[in-house]
């Protein structure tokens, strides 16, 4: 079965860094798009950043384009997300999801077929 186990969460202080990774299993990863979500508790889930199949395609919300960067190793079955210049409002729980297609669909949530269970991540001094 498609498990996706989300790591890399934690504490960090405003402007400082983070790198999520996500180990994805049961399914052929390399031919499908992948995106990071998150949420903050008492709000709604927001789309992260997005990859393609290949890694040849990016793409990111405002809130984060600039700071953030996703990538993914095919060889490894893993997407990671490093988060630069943190901000507190970036605290939610970030979650790794799988779309059903080679290109995914930026900032659409509903398309995505299997979530992680999220891990943590939150920017305090």
């Known amino acids: 079965q498609v498990q996706l186990v989300e790591s890399g969460g934690g504490l960090a202080q405003p402007g400082g860094s983070l790198r999520l990774s996500c180990a994805a299993s049961g399914f052929t990863f390399s031919i499908y798009a992948m995106s990071w979500a998150r949420q903050v508790p008492g709000k709604g889930l927001e789309w992260v950043s997005g990859?393609?199949?290949?890694?040849?395609?990016?793409s990111y919300a405002d809130s984060v384009k600039g700071r953030f960067t996703i990538s993914r190793d095919n060889a490894k079955n893993t997407v990671y997300l490093q988060m630069n210049s943190l901000k507190p409002e970036d605290t939610a729980l970030y979650f790794c999801i799988k779309s059903p297609t080679a290109r995914g669909t930026p900032g659409f949530l509903g398309e995505y077929d299997f979530w992680g269970q999220g891990t943590q991540v939150t920017v305090s001094s």
């Open positions: 990859i393609n199949s290949d890694g040849t395609y990016t």
